[in-house]
């Protein structure tokens, strides 16, 4: 398995329109990102990346929404994905639409993202399916250095893996698209190989285990008081005399 993190420059898209297909993938995202924002709530949320920002969400219940990205259009924060400009603890939900596909560093991207996010947050991630018809296009020699096939792939197990170390709870998954050339992707494939779709989503929540008390310790640090015995006779001859 190849380390998350490399130091392989690749081009990065700007738009889903510099990649082959990528308005049939930005279109087929929107349609199956719809029950996922829906079951959302909150203050605030982040779209980071510039594949995010093109994304429709209007039906996220979440009103504050803030598309965060070092450079293309629509934006309202410019900032490093490695280096998000908000307090801790201070965001509701994060789109990463892709993000994690054309970075160096995928964990310290996750770890920036967990840090931001509130207790019981939520986190969506999309990509591509490594095991999928894009998949096999990277072994394709003159054709893995393109967009998109020049993305990091990463298999929802690898990710979920990723998620479990920083405590989240894998709330919904999916792939779609099996046909990345058609703007259904297929429908009667993709309703009986969802396996091989070429997208993926994944929607998890950030969990916050408390914090118990060893019972040792907690019997230890008892403070026991022992009995006055005879404490109210003793004043109350004091009383009299």
């Known amino acids: 398995m190849k380390p998350a993190k490399t130091r392989t420059i690749r081009p990065t898209p700007n738009s889903w329109s510099d990649m082959l297909w990528g308005q049939y993938y930005r279109d087929a995202l929107a349609v199956h990102l719809k029950p996922c924002l829906a079951k959302l709530y909150g203050f605030h ?9 093109e994304l429709v969400t209007d039906d996220c219940p979440i009103s504050h929404q803030v598309n965060v990205a070092l450079q293309g ?6 900032a ?3 280096h998000l400009p908000f307090e ?6 994060c ?7 054309w970075s160096h560093d995928p964990h310290r991207i996750l770890r920036e993202v967990d840090r931001v996010l509130i207790d019981d947050g939520w986190l969506i991630i999309t990509g591509f399916n490594p095991i999928s018809m894009l998949g096999v296009g ?10 998109p096939l020049n993305s990091r792939m990463f298999s929802q197990v690898r990710l979920l893996d990723w998620l479990s170390l920083l405590n989240y709870e894998l709330i919904q998954r999916r ?4 046909l990345p050339w058609r703007r259904q992707g297929g429908e009667v494939i993709s309703k009986h190989l969802p396996a091989l779709g070429c997208l993926t989503i994944m929607v998890a929540r950030k969990r916050t285990l408390p914090l118990t008390m060893n019972p040792a ?6 403070t026991q008081l022992r009995p006055v015995v005879g404490a109210t006779r003793h004043c109350r001859h004091s009383d009299e005399d």
């Open 217 to 222: 310790r907690k019997a230890l640090g008892k």
């Open 138 to 147: 990277k072994l394709l020699p003159g054709l893995h250095r393109s967009i």
């Open 88 to 93: 801790s603890k201070s965001i509701d939900g």
């Open 80 to 82: 490093d994905p490695l």
């Open 175 to 178: 792939r779609f698209q099996v």
């Open 73 to 78: 259009d629509n934006l309202q924060v410019r």
């Open 45 to 53: 949320f982040l779209k980071i990346g510039q594949l995010s920002a």
């Open 95 to 101: 789109l990463l639409a892709h993000t994690l596909s």
